[in-house]
């Protein structure tokens, strides 16, 4: 409570309105970008600082001010809503200000104290006024000078329609010969190959994508020899910049992939890293491993997942220093040990795993994706160790929007919400028609309780997914939390329309009913039900943690979390339940799980999960550490619980 004070809106002196920081729009000055809700000033250059509430009150109110004169009463009134402090409270706020001016916002802005009248904020660049940044469209991204490349998936001009799969990994291997050689964005194949035909055209992918350049070609395969066309075009003129074509057998592909990663550098000017020797692959070795990349999509199937590995097999066995293949296999192996089936032991898997993805990183250091696989490996609650290989995968795919993607998971899971959003927008930039990406930025905006923006995003995702029943289960689920009932009702309707009303969204459905009329004895029969299923399990899901918190079983709901246990967070060999990887991050999801973490026993939980530990260590805090944002000093209860030196 102490320091927000952000309680109500009305005109104050000098027709300021209070501030209520969760509903002021985001501010830009200069290379600044202020974004009150989160406390956040961000510099384009990537620094960021987050200061207090009452800071960033101040700075607000001197920010729209359009370099008026702020007197110190009309501060008292906008920021501290008339309460009366001493002299030395604003002198130390408005200090605080003038230190961000000296820091992150040297060259942008100042602050002029006006002797015996007040404070002004001056703008040192000659940039248009402070402007809000809401009118943006939510899904556009920021416009940017620095290249951006869209690989098309190019044409397959061999007389076997079959081979389109050849086509589509000869070009996504260029794709990735590309992004991994040079400092160079490049957008996700999940939406720059969706892509063709008469779309192909470079100005309708520069809409679609913001892409500046486009690389596209064909493929025409005859048995063992293939020949690849080639050309980038620049998207604002529609110019060729280069075009060439390449005449190989199959053993030698990766030659002309090279060769042609290193021509689109030279055209764009950017300078390559030391390119990864080319490797001997055979023919039939290079056939399987595209056939497992076309079908890596259907990953819902345990049977496709075994094929998956049984082909990546054959062609690690054909071709050892196969390093694309073994990196591949590692991770379909490291599914396969989270989602089952299991035909050999953990043990022995996981040993597959471990193996698969060494082999990958000793013969081609800069891959990223192994060190994913690896990080699946670990249990949840190991955080310090996934976080490990979070990093090294983050060092060698900066720019890979699946590395990107996970990252966003992790840092969710241990409660840097606004760092998730950071990598998950990352990757969305990168890769827009992504639907697993952009369903994660959906939620990754929800999570910072920007609650507009994300019932927008879920409209916007409807529509360009209309049949994708994760996204109509996510809006339904971003409807209940908001209580926005009516947009609740339209949902569940095109929910039973479409056939997608499961025996899981009935339960959701339930729970809003509840939510929004209580019926104590229904409720009553759910907590029953949590009960017999934590005597059966040892555990409860949580899910029905923050469901049965949120209907107002609050003491119910910690007498079930102090009983259970969450060992299976820590022992990779022990099950989960099927929400973990899902519904772990919730924790700390402003929309959906706010009350309880204004709880002060929601430390209680966080330190059951081991999390306190992992915060102690680090001094990497979550979010909600920051001071103000709970009722009660977070870290120093969670200091206390912690079983680690402090």
Same mark, same amino acid.
């Given at each position: 409570m102490g320091g927000s004070d952000d309680t109500a809106e009305q005109d104050g002196p000098g027709g300021d309105r209070r501030?209520?920081?969760?509903?002021?729009?985001?501010?830009?000055?200069?290379?600044?970008?202020?974004e009150p809700g989160l406390r956040r000033v961000a510099q384009d250059d990537g620094r960021e600082e987050v200061v207090e509430p009452r800071v960033m009150q101040v700075l607000v109110v001197l920010a729209r001010s359009a370099g008026a004169i702020i007197t110190r009463d009309d501060l008292l009134a906008s920021c501290w809503h008339g309460v009366v402090v001493g002299e030395d409270a604003i002198t130390r706020v408005v200090g605080r200000v003038r230190r961000l001016a000296d820091g992150i916002g040297e060259g942008q802005f100042k602050l002029e104290t006006i002797t015996?009248?007040?404070?002004?904020?001056?703008?040192?660049?000659?940039?248009?006024?402070?402007?809000?940044?809401?009118?943006?469209?939510?899904?556009?991204?920021?416009?940017?000078?620095?290249?951006?490349?869209?690989?098309?998936?190019?044409?397959?001009?061999?007389?076997?329609?079959?081979?389109?799969?050849?086509?589509?990994?000869?070009?996504?291997?260029?794709?990735?010969?590309?992004?991994?050689?040079?400092?160079?964005?490049?957008?996700?194949?999940?939406?720059?190959?969706?892509?063709?035909?008469?779309?192909?055209? %470079?100005?309708?992918?520069?809409?679609?994508?913001? &892409?500046?350049?486009?690389?596209? *070609?064909?493929? =025409?395969? +005859?048995?063992d020899r293939v020949r690849i066309a080639a050309h980038l075009i620049e998207c604002a003129g529609e110019t060729t910049l280069w075009s060439d074509r390449f005449d190989r057998d199959l053993t030698d592909i990766f030659a002309a992939q090279d060769e042609i990663a290193a021509a689109v550098a030279t055209a764009l000017r950017i300078a390559f890293a030391p390119a990864a020797k080319s490797q001997p692959v055979t023919a039939e070795a290079y056939d399987l491993y595209l056939r497992a990349l076309a079908e890596m999509g259907n990953l819902r199937s345990p049977a496709t997942n075994v094929a998956i590995i049984e082909r990546l097999e054959q062609a690690t066995a054909?071709?050892?220093?196969?390093?694309? %293949?073994?990196?591949?296999?590692?991770?379909?192996? &490291?599914?396969?040990?989270?989602? *089952?089936?299991? =035909?050999? +032991?953990?043990?022995?898997?996981?040993?597959?795993?471990?193996?698969?993805?060494?082999?990958a990183i000793r013969l081609e250091p800069g891959l990223g994706e192994p060190y994913q696989a690896l990080s699946q490996l670990e249990p949840i609650g190991h955080y310090l160790v996934r976080e490990g290989?979070?990093?090294?995968?983050?060092?060698?795919?900066?720019?890979?929007?699946?590395?990107?993607?996970?990252?966003?998971?992790?840092?969710?899971?241990?409660?840097?919400?606004?760092?998730?959003?950071?990598?998950?927008?990352?990757?969305?930039?990168?890769?827009?028609?992504?639907?697993?990406?952009a369903t994660r930025h959906a939620i990754a905006v929800s999570a910072e309780g920007r609650h507009d923006e994300s019932s927008a995003l879920w409209d916007k995702l409807r529509v360009l997914w209309p049949n994708s029943e994760d996204i109509l289960w996510y809006a339904i689920n971003s409807a209940i939390f908001r209580?926005?009932?009516?947009?609740?009702?339209?949902?569940?309707?095109?929910?039973?329309?479409?056939?997608?009303y499961t025996e899981q969204l009935?339960?959701?459905?339930?729970?809003?009913?509840?939510?929004?009329?209580?019926?104590?004895?229904?409720?009553k029969a759910a907590l029953d039900r949590a009960r017999v299923d934590l005597a059966c399990t040892g555990t409860v899901t949580f899910d029905w943690l923050i469901g049965t918190y949120r209907l107002g079983q609050a003491d119910e709901t910690f007498d079930l979390i102090e009983q259970a246990s969450f060992n299976y967070i820590f022992d990779p060999e022990l099950p989960s339940p099927l929400d973990?990887?899902?519904?772990?991050?919730?924790?700390?999801?402003?929309?959906?799980?706010?009350?309880?973490?204004?709880?002060?026993?929601?430390?209680?939980?966080?330190?059951?999960?081991?999390?306190?530990?992992?915060?102690?260590?680090?001094?990497?805090?979550?979010?909600?550490?920051?001071?103000?944002?709970?009722?009660?000093?977070?870290?120093a209860e969670a200091r206390r619980l912690a079983r680690v030196d402090t």
């Amino acid at each position: 409570m102490g320091g927000s004070d952000d309680t109500a809106e009305q005109d104050g002196p000098g027709g300021d309105r209070r501030v209520h920081l969760g509903r002021e729009p985001s501010i830009r000055l200069g290379a600044l970008v202020i974004e009150p809700g989160l406390r956040r000033v961000a510099q384009d250059d990537g620094r960021e600082e987050v200061v207090e509430p009452r800071v960033m009150q101040v700075l607000v109110v001197l920010a729209r001010s359009a370099g008026a004169i702020i007197t110190r009463d009309d501060l008292l009134a906008s920021c501290w809503h008339g309460v009366v402090v001493g002299e030395d409270a604003i002198t130390r706020v408005v200090g605080r200000v003038r230190r961000l001016a000296d820091g992150i916002g040297e060259g942008q802005f100042k602050l002029e104290t006006i002797t015996k009248v007040g404070y002004r904020l001056v703008q040192t660049r000659s940039e248009p006024d402070v402007q809000s940044l809401d009118a943006a469209p939510a899904l556009e991204s920021a416009t940017t000078t620095e290249p951006l490349l869209a690989v098309l998936a190019f044409e397959n001009l061999s007389r076997d329609e079959d081979m389109a799969y050849f086509c589509d990994g000869v070009s996504e291997e260029i794709l990735q010969t590309v992004a991994r050689g040079a400092a160079l964005r490049v957008v996700g194949r999940g939406s720059s190959f969706q892509f063709r035909g008469a779309d192909k055209a %470079a100005a309708h992918v520069a809409s679609v994508l913001k &892409a500046t350049h486009v690389l596209d *070609g064909s493929v =025409r395969r +005859s048995g063992d020899r293939v020949r690849i066309a080639a050309h980038l075009i620049e998207c604002a003129g529609e110019t060729t910049l280069w075009s060439d074509r390449f005449d190989r057998d199959l053993t030698d592909i990766f030659a002309a992939q090279d060769e042609i990663a290193a021509a689109v550098a030279t055209a764009l000017r950017i300078a390559f890293a030391p390119a990864a020797k080319s490797q001997p692959v055979t023919a039939e070795a290079y056939d399987l491993y595209l056939r497992a990349l076309a079908e890596m999509g259907n990953l819902r199937s345990p049977a496709t997942n075994v094929a998956i590995i049984e082909r990546l097999e054959q062609a690690t066995a054909l071709s050892p220093r196969f390093a694309r %293949a073994w990196s591949c296999l590692a991770t379909m192996r &490291a599914r396969i040990l989270k989602l *089952g089936p299991h =035909r050999e +032991s953990f043990v022995l898997i996981r040993a597959k795993v471990v193996e698969a993805a060494e082999t990958a990183i000793r013969l081609e250091p800069g891959l990223g994706e192994p060190y994913q696989a690896l990080s699946q490996l670990e249990p949840i609650g190991h955080y310090l160790v996934r976080e490990g290989f979070q990093k090294h995968a983050l060092s060698h795919g900066p720019n890979d929007p699946r590395v990107l993607y996970f990252a966003s998971i992790f840092a969710a899971e241990v409660g840097r919400t606004h760092e998730a959003l950071g990598y998950v927008r990352q990757a969305h930039d990168l890769d827009p028609m992504n639907l697993q990406i952009a369903t994660r930025h959906a939620i990754a905006v929800s999570a910072e309780g920007r609650h507009d923006e994300s019932s927008a995003l879920w409209d916007k995702l409807r529509v360009l997914w209309p049949n994708s029943e994760d996204i109509l289960w996510y809006a339904i689920n971003s409807a209940i939390f908001r209580a926005d009932w009516s947009r609740f009702e339209t949902h569940v309707k095109d929910a039973r329309d479409r056939g997608f009303y499961t025996e899981q969204l009935e339960l959701m459905v339930w729970f809003a009913r509840n939510l929004r009329d209580p019926d104590p004895i229904a409720i009553k029969a759910a907590l029953d039900r949590a009960r017999v299923d934590l005597a059966c399990t040892g555990t409860v899901t949580f899910d029905w943690l923050i469901g049965t918190y949120r209907l107002g079983q609050a003491d119910e709901t910690f007498d079930l979390i102090e009983q259970a246990s969450f060992n299976y967070i820590f022992d990779p060999e022990l099950p989960s339940p099927l929400d973990t990887t899902t519904a772990f991050a919730a924790i700390f999801n402003v929309t959906f799980n706010n009350e309880m973490m204004r709880d002060p026993r929601f430390p209680r939980l966080c330190a059951k999960l081991g999390l306190c530990d992992y915060w102690v260590k680090t001094d990497r805090w979550p979010d909600c550490a920051a001071p103000g944002v709970l009722p009660y000093d977070f870290k120093a209860e969670a200091r206390r619980l912690a079983r680690v030196d402090t």
